[in-house]
């Protein structure tokens, strides 16, 4: 199983950006996002069930991004709005058979910068 996360990059406090991670293999129905600030411990930031139907966000996070999936592709998706300073981390997307997702998923991806300038 190889997760492909994509989608990073430099955006501006307030700006937007989509997450994008691509499974391939036999891979865990469940899916998710964490991040890892500098100095900081990683966060499950959202997790989505396999049929979408149960959706977890971070507290820090409600209201502004939103996870999705594509199981005709293979496909999770994150939307970042209102992006904000703290925001700033490496991403991961993840798979694991468990839900929620355990704090170590089976399945990581190689992680996507994420830098919110102001």
């Known amino acids: 199983v190889q997760l492909q996360a994509s989608g990073g990059g430099l955006v501006q406090a307030g700006g937007s950006l989509r997450l994008s991670c691509e499974v391939s293999?036999?891979?865990?129905?469940?899916r998710g996002w964490f991040r890892q600030a500098p100095g900081r411990v990683r966060e499950l930031v959202t997790a989505?069930?396999?049929?979408?139907?149960?959706?977890i966000y971070a507290d820090s996070v409600k209201g502004r991004f939103t996870i999705s999936r594509d199981n005709a592709k293979n496909m999770v998706y994150l939307q970042m709005n209102s992006l904000k300073l703290e925001d700033t981390a490496v991403y991961y997307c993840a798979a694991d058979p468990y839900w929620p997702l355990r704090t170590n998923p089976a399945y990581w991806g190689q992680g996507t910068l994420v830098t919110v300038s102001s």
């Open positions: 989505i069930t396999w049929n979408g139907g149960q959706t």
């Open positions: 293999g036999r891979a865990s129905s469940n």
